[in-house]
């Protein structure tokens, strides 16, 4: 069995985004530092770092005009700010008025997305760090305009970087789409392991169609915002654009190759031939690994031939099957749905030599354009007034997280005052970075934070007290901020692990170092951390559950989307191309949205996870409609059936509807009374099908079953 080596693994990282992040946002931060450190100027070399840091905080992947205009905001708001807070930063009184409003109004940038709520976290963040600097309006003036240098230094560093390599974000971020998808392909391989457990790899599998989702959603953003790109100038462009497109469809048929594993692993186990399923699955999953590196990395992916030969000999041993079932051993239904499993990965193998082909046309004029209507794809964010006037009410839960905040970081402001710690802002920047609109979420970064921090404030002393030489320390100095930087998105635990080295190191440089410096930073975080995970409590909580009745019939509204377009793939003749893959985009968002906050609950106090069994019923029924529904929209693509009275699945195909509907209705008015609502059956008779054929009709039949399950449940689930 082929396993990842850790150099690919290593090889991985280094040309991912994060790595990229994380050498971009050091050598920002720290060369103005180094340079002017040189002339005997280091104090105004802090300051322009300090501009640089709270500029990177809104650098996150995304189209280049975001990022810019992002970083040119943030560029403004923290050179006003950090003028208004060293100029009124001697009263208390005033600076905890400004806190007040500031922290409500920042956090209240939530409702714009995320990287606007990330512009308020920058502009708090230099609030917070210039609280306790009391200095003459003059130096005032001359610290907030170095703090402006530094945070354009940062904005045009990023933006030349970008401008050397227009693609590379975007090749990164397709590349880690694809190691998703690979990854989603072999934890579906374990349902043809022998003795595996079916409840454990389905939820891991809801877990990896979320992050699948979450990559694909980014690369669509960078891909489809990216002027380059849509223009169609570049072979790369369109190279890129292509695989993309080819990926999304490759994932749709990983999504529907699902089956009743548990009879199959009855009926098949003795003859041995699921591990061999289990194994070619796995060597796909391998070759899509291949395609990812080299997006990365500029080289050729090829399939192997260990590959080939596998597939082959599958086919081979299905025929065999077929051929000596003589005596009946293994039912026919059996049979098929082996068969039909194996077309399925031999298509999907089709899909990754289409992908590998397009790496010798990548620098080509020929490369062909892909068919994308790119616009309808995309969601716009105005920044609208009156999105944030109309979200000034208790019913809001960014109203509710923005009352919060501005609570703790008052009590936290209080609390480090009256504490009088020489370092105290550490208290309401532990606040800050940990207070998150739901409890689960604040929770999960507090307990990150607490870890992070105690396990790197050991290091740093360890490191402080056994090694002296300046130009080593330097060195851990380097290594520990670019760990920091690369990890902040991909693992926040190893990005605090090294963020705490960093600063102990940090203040020994500046002679401010000392075993007690570590000590109050791990007393003012576990008080920062302990102040607003209560709050996040007990103060305007926000729970989960308040959140179901949307996120559920948000997914009943995509899969009966998703179900009406297939269905017009068989009765009707004009078919657009665009609108299904709206649907099926829409499907795979609201899947992932309703399985992460089901997983968040599980972080919630028990009281409040309101109908958690029926919940995991409801996730799980609705996975299954839509990998139902993308294995019917495959039959009809990719196997050939031929039916002469076909209009006789559609009293099917509208009690489907009929069903999906009135779970909607039930979720919205509180239904609690099951109606009889007959299945539509089937005789195989009013449809010509040859034996052995009824594959599209069952399909049909299954929606159907899944559709009134879906509907019994809803009349349950009282939210």
Not at 98 to 110: E, G, N, V
Not at 186 to 198: I, S
Not at 376 to 401: G, M, V, W
Not at 413 to 428: A, D, E, G, K, T
Request: charged share 20%; with cysteine; aromatic share 12%.
């Amino acid at each position: 069995m082929q396993i990842r080596q850790p150099i690919r693994s290593v090889q991985d990282f280094l040309l991912s985004t994060y790595f990229a992040d994380g050498l971009r946002i050091t050598v920002g931060v720290l060369l103005p530092s180094l340079i002017l450190a040189q002339f005997g100027m280091l104090k105004y070399g802090m300051t322009l770092s300090l501009g640089a840091l709270c500029v990177s905080v809104v650098d996150s992947p995304g189209p280049m005009v975001h990022r810019r205009n992002a970083m040119l905001v943030t560029t403004g708001l923290i050179f006003v700010f950090s003028i208004i807070t060293g100029l009124t930063n001697k009263s208390h009184y005033f600076i905890g008025f400004l806190l007040a409003i500031s922290s409500f109004i920042f956090s209240m940038f939530y409702i714009y997305g995320v990287r606007a709520a990330a512009i308020g976290t920058a502009t708090l963040l230099i609030m917070v760090l210039s609280i306790d600097d009391i200095r003459p309006w003059q130096e005032v003036l001359i610290h907030s305009l170095m703090v402006l240098a530094g945070s354009l230094w940062y904005t045009g560093l990023s933006y030349f970087v970008y401008r050397l390599r227009p693609f590379r974000l975007v090749q990164q971020s397709l590349s880690d789409s694809i190691l998703e998808v690979a990854e989603f392909l072999r934890e579906k391989a374990k349902f043809y392991h022998r003795n595996n457990n079916y409840d454990k790899t389905y939820a891991d599998l809801l877990q990896l169609q979320v992050s699948v989702h979450e990559k694909q959603d980014a690369v669509r953003e960078l891909l489809f915002k990216t002027r380059e790109i849509i223009r169609d100038s570049t072979p790369e462009g369109r190279f890129l654009m292509l695989v993309f497109v080819d990926m999304v469809d490759l994932f749709e048929q990983v999504m529907s190759t699902y089956y009743n594993y548990k009879q199959l692993h009855e009926q098949f186990d003795t003859a041995g031939i699921l591990p061999d399923y289990e194994m070619a699955i796995k060597r796909i999953s391998y070759a899509l690994d291949d395609i990812a590196f080299a997006l990365k990395s500029g080289g050729t992916p090829v399939v192997s031939k260990r590959l080939l030969i596998e597939i082959e000999r599958l086919k081979i041993k299905i025929n065999n099957f077929e051929k000596n079932n003589d005596k009946q051993q293994f039912s026919t239904s059996g049979i098929i749905a082996l068969k039909n499993i194996e077309v399925n990965i031999e298509n999907i193998l089709g899909r990754v030599k289409t992908i590998n082909s397009y790496f010798k046309l990548r620098s080509s004029k020929d490369i062909r354009k892909a068919e994308v209507d790119t616009e309808k794809f995309i969601t716009r964010q105005k920044f609208d007034f009156n999105l944030f006037t109309e979200n000034l009410t208790y019913s809001s839960s960014t109203f509710r997280h923005s009352l919060r905040v501005t609570v703790v970081m008052v009590l936290g402001f209080v609390v480090s005052q009256l504490l009088n710690f020489s370092h105290s802002y550490w208290i309401l920047l532990t606040i800050l970075v940990i207070s998150k609109p739901g409890f689960s979420l604040t929770k999960q970064r507090n307990y990150q934070r607490l870890i992070g921090t105690t396990v790197g404030a050991f290091i740093g002393m360890g490191v402080l007290t056994y090694v002296h030489d300046r130009n080593t320390l330097f060195v851990i100095l380097l290594i520990c901020m670019i760990g920091c930087y690369s990890f902040q998105r991909k693992n926040y635990v190893v990005s605090v692990l090294f963020m705490t080295p960093y600063i102990l190191i940090l203040f020994d440089f500046l002679g401010m170092g000392s075993l007690a410096l570590a000590r109050e930073r791990i007393y003012d975080t576990f008080i920062g951390s302990g102040i607003a995970l209560l709050a996040s409590y007990s103060l305007f909580p926000t729970w989960e559950h308040e959140k179901l009745k949307e996120a559920m019939i948000n997914i009943l509204r995509s899969n009966k989307a998703y179900f009406e377009q297939v269905v017009k793939l068989y009765f009707e003749k004009n078919y657009n191309r665009t609108d299904y893959k709206l649907a099926r985009k829409e499907v795979y968002v609201s899947t992932a949205n309703l399985a992460s906050l089901f997983q968040r609950m599980f972080s919630e106090p028990k009281s409040k996870q309101l109908f958690i069994k029926e919940v995991h019923q409801f996730t799980a029924l609705s996975h299954l409609s839509s990998s139902y529904i993308a294995t019917l929209s495959l039959y009809n693509k990719e196997h050939d059936f031929h039916f002469e009275n076909f209009d006789a699945l559609k009293p099917i195909a509208n009690n489907t509807i009929y069903l999906l509907d009135t779970c909607i209705n039930n979720l919205e008015k509180g239904q609690n009374t099951v109606e009889n609502v007959p299945l539509i059956r089937l005789n195989d008779n009013s449809l010509n099908i040859k034996s052995g054929e009824d594959l599209v009709p069952e399909q049909f039949d299954l929606i159907q079953k899944v559709a009134y399950d879906l509907y019994k449940l809803s009349v349950k689930i009282k939210i």
